[in-house]
């Protein structure tokens, strides 16, 4: 059984810095991604990290903010979050799945969710 806990949101003001973690469960996949949801708004990629080599992809969004990272020992990834903007306020989720490679910014690509933690940036 997959199972995936997030950790660690919360509330920080503007220019503030948070880090998620992702906790992971059962059977490891290739790719582990972030998402995020604000209110009113569709899931959106954030970043997405291969298990096997540490490659990585973000958004223009968090490009140069963000970072993703993984720890294979503790099956647990990463987001931490520098610079945190308003705009960055939202539910953030953990995703997995079989991604294709060419789709691993489209969430319906990913087959397995945590629960979400929420992350309030105020300005």
């Known amino acids: 059984q997959v199972q995936l806990v997030e950790s660690g949101g919360g509330l920080v003001q503007a220019g503030g810095s948070l880090t998620l973690s992702c906790a992971a469960s059962g059977r490891t996949f290739n790719y582990y991604g972030w998402f995020r949801q604000g209110p009113g708004k569709e899931r959106e990629f954030v970043a997405v990290?291969?298990?096997?080599?540490?490659?990585?992809y973000y958004a223009d969004s968090v490009k140069g903010r963000f970072t993703i990272s993984r720890d294979n020992t503790k099956n647990t990834v990463f987001l931490r979050m520098n610079s945190l903007k308003p705009e960055d306020s939202a539910v953030y989720y953990c995703a997995t799945g079989t991604p294709r490679g060419d789709m691993l910014t489209n969430p319906r690509q990913y087959g397995y969710w945590g629960q979400g933690t929420q992350v309030t940036v105020s300005s």
């Open positions: 990290i291969r298990w096997n080599g540490g490659g990585t």
